[in-house]
């Protein structure tokens, strides 16, 4: 059962990526994804409350006592998500714009409480910490790559961060389809690469 | 018994810390998220309502106490005389809460320009009270204090299509600037003689 701190972290990055493996928080993923910059600031933020919470949750998983064991993980998630939101407010207002209600709405994303009480509380803090980075970044790199094919398709063009752009992939007679940016096209975005990732995995 | 001291003994421990810190957190962020909201969402509005200034509006401001109520005062200098005052109120618009920022005369009262800041009305309805400048223009040379309201409630702003409830929510908005207006324009003119 013990497995290296290696695999703890990487089966974030492929076996469970949340959105596509465990199809887990499809909220914001389904929400934000509009942009890819959008899908990366989200993911960074979720990765951030994950990494600090399951550190906290296993350091007091031996005080913690189990029958208000949730409400105390909550407390610990909320608290680190009004601390990313009050920072992006102060240094990436124009992020926090975009991304509006979602980052209040990490507390409730079951991937960090599922983290927490699936692993976190059950783990010392060193494979808790890659736990909560694997899966923090395969959560981000699924955004992104969400957020790309959207944008790419919608928009025919891909800001990768502030200033880095691609305009007119497909060229100037390019119509873009503007339901792939709006909630239909993330459904079916999401669709396709779910089934794009059970083809590989099948081999 | 002992279980239980222990759960309110550990609930109550992490709560308060994690209040403590988000408090202290709140405090030290508290300027910088002020001086981005003034940058990207009010001082676009200001410099836009304010056109023609021949200062910086939006540098050139001051804080008004009414009660209990703190206001930011924006100044605008024309011809060499500070004679405009932009100040922001809200109306309650189809999604929240619609932020309006008005530009007053001081000589005589009346609207200099009006420009909507935070809101989350609907895009190409709603939203037009903001991306749409010929909406806000109707204000302009109203007197301010005196009640503002659209065709439709017997007023004499045209509201927007499809957006009557945004429309009302920023003439209400200008309706309350007016109450605002009147109650600190004493402190305003007093603060104004000293601007050099």
Redesign the interface.
Known sequence: MAKSIAQEFTKGLWNEIPPFRLVLGLCPVLGVTTSMENGIGMGLATTFVLLCSNILVSLLRS???A??RI??FI??I??FV??VE??M???A??LY?SLGVFIPLIVVNCIVLGRAEAFASKNSIIPSMADGLGIGIGFTMSLAALGAVREILGKGGLTIWKGIEINQIFGASYLPFDFMVQAPGAFIALGLMLCMMNLVGKK | MKEMIKMVVVLTILSSFSGGLLAKLKDGTKDRIEMQELELVKGPAVRSIMEGATNDPVSDRFKITDGDVEHSIFVGVFESEPSVVALETFGSGYGDKVGVMIAVNVNDDKIVGLGVTTHKETPGLGGNAKDDPSFGAQFKGLTLGEPIKVTKDGGNINAIGGATITSRGVCSAATQAGTIYKNIKPQVVAKLKDFK
């Open positions: 005080i913690i006592p029958k208000v409400a105390c407390i610990i909320a608290t009004i601390v009050l920072m407010q102060a240094y207002y124009g714009q």
